[in-house]
């Protein structure tokens, strides 16, 4: 594997257990095994065809670097979409847009038997199916059920695509799921202010600091993303600023993009910096300089960040203006570790199977960065093959 490449020691036991941990050990245990079991082998599916992860990097609450994504630390989620869709295309897979399911069609005896859709050019039709996977995501861009799931969530910005609403979710409630988790929210503690861009955990990853508006750091930038967003609502403002330098930029392809949008201040020096985000230029020299010297001793005596990656001091020095926002939901319909949707009754729907952020359990109270990808290949192999079997079975 390219982490056994890199010489990082990890194993299933151990991402079981952050992963475990992280959520507050509020996560379904069995399916957080199948997680930490099959991660390593949807990493090789991925590869086998034509992914490109070969870059490893750290994301908060993990024990070792875990995160694999393309060369040079660009986006993972547009290589996995772009590469999916290419080996759709290739196989020749009936795929349709614009066409939603308003509703999932069961016979008499309480088995799943198709879909009727919308089409947005077709109008409503039907299609029939021995099985049907629902895949559609979670609820972070649905800002009423956000808040009325999580009142103190109301008003919030979400780094998420507007699609994000649910809709797959009570699709599978609508069929008789049982729902899990549902008011388990995740903040991610860095959007950018005033926008809907995620700033990824991996620019913290690869070295940069948070910093209040008075220039100190306040927080292990890599602990859990629900510590790391409740201590940055509790600053002033409640925003904090992503400070790094040139090489932590020149290590991850990803800030590029945030220059685009012109997201990024900067400056020559760490007191060209400060003067343009108004903050005492002392102060954030000093906060700099404490951690340069955490990062020569390998020990970070305030926060406890283990993971050190590089010091901060090649000009020029960058920072980002941050603040929590929806960004993951945990909860979602309940599952078994096949895939297959438990109804109310604790027994699961024939035909009916679901896989990635529209299910619960997984995650717990908390997610992982990096272990959304893992679940949505992982559970979403697993539902296929499922899937799969049932319909042949279905149809002898």
Request: charged letters at 25%; a positive charge.
């Amino acid at each position: 594997s390219v982490q056994k490449e890199k010489g990082i020691a990890d194993s299933v036991d151990l991402m079981y257990k952050d992963t475990m941990t992280g959520g507050g050990n509020l996560n379904d245990p069995a399916l957080a095994m199948v997680l930490a079991k099959n991660s390593a082998s949807s990493v090789d599916w991925l590869t086998g065809l034509g992914a490109d992860l070969s870059d490893v990097g750290r994301m908060g609450g993990a024990s070792v670097n875990r995160t694999h994504r393309p060369k040079g630390g660009s986006a993972v989620g547009a290589q996995v979409i772009d590469v999916l869709r290419r080996n759709a295309a290739q196989r020749k897979i009936d795929t349709r847009v614009n066409s939603k399911v308003v509703k999932i069609v069961e016979d008499g005896k309480g088995r799943v038997t198709g879909v009727q859709v919308e089409g947005k050019h077709s109008g409503l039709y039907t299609i029939k199916a021995k099985a049907v996977i629902i895949a559609a995501g979670g609820f972070s861009a649905n800002a009423e059920k956000v808040a009325y799931l999580r009142p103190e969530y109301k008003g919030m910005t979400t780094s998420n695509q507007p699609g994000a609403t649910g809709d797959g979710i009570d699709l599978g409630a609508a069929a008789g799921a049982e729902l899990k988790d549902m008011k388990e929210i995740q903040i991610h503690p860095t959007v950018a202010a005033a926008s809907r861009t995620l700033i990824t955990e991996a620019v913290r990853g690869n070295g940069a600091i948070l910093v209040n508006h008075e220039g100190k750091r306040f927080v292990n930038e890599l602990t859990t993303r629900d510590k790391a967003s409740a201590a940055i609502l509790a600053q002033s403002g409640k925003s904090a600023y992503l400070v790094f330098d040139e090489g932590v930029r020149k290590s991850l392809k990803q800030i590029d993009g945030y220059f685009h949008l012109n997201l990024v201040q900067e400056g020559a020096s760490i007191q060209e910096l400060a003067d343009k985000i108004k903050m005492p230029a002392g102060t954030l020299e000093a906060t700099i300089a404490a951690y340069n010297k955490a990062y020569e001793a390998k020990n970070d005596p305030e926060f406890k960040r283990a993971d050190l990656p590089r010091p901060l001091q090649t000009a020029k020095y960058y920072a980002i203006e941050v603040k929590p926002g929806v960004h993951y939901t945990m909860g979602g319909l309940k599952i078994t570790t096949d895939s297959e949707v438990i109804a109310k009754d604790g027994k699961p729907i024939k035909g009916l199977f679901a896989a990635g952020e529209g299910t619960g359990g997984v995650h717990g109270k908390n997610r992982l960065g990096g272990n959304s990808i893992s679940q949505t290949i992982t559970f979403g192999r697993i539902a296929g093959a499922n899937a799969a079997k049932v319909a042949k079975t279905a149809s002898r």
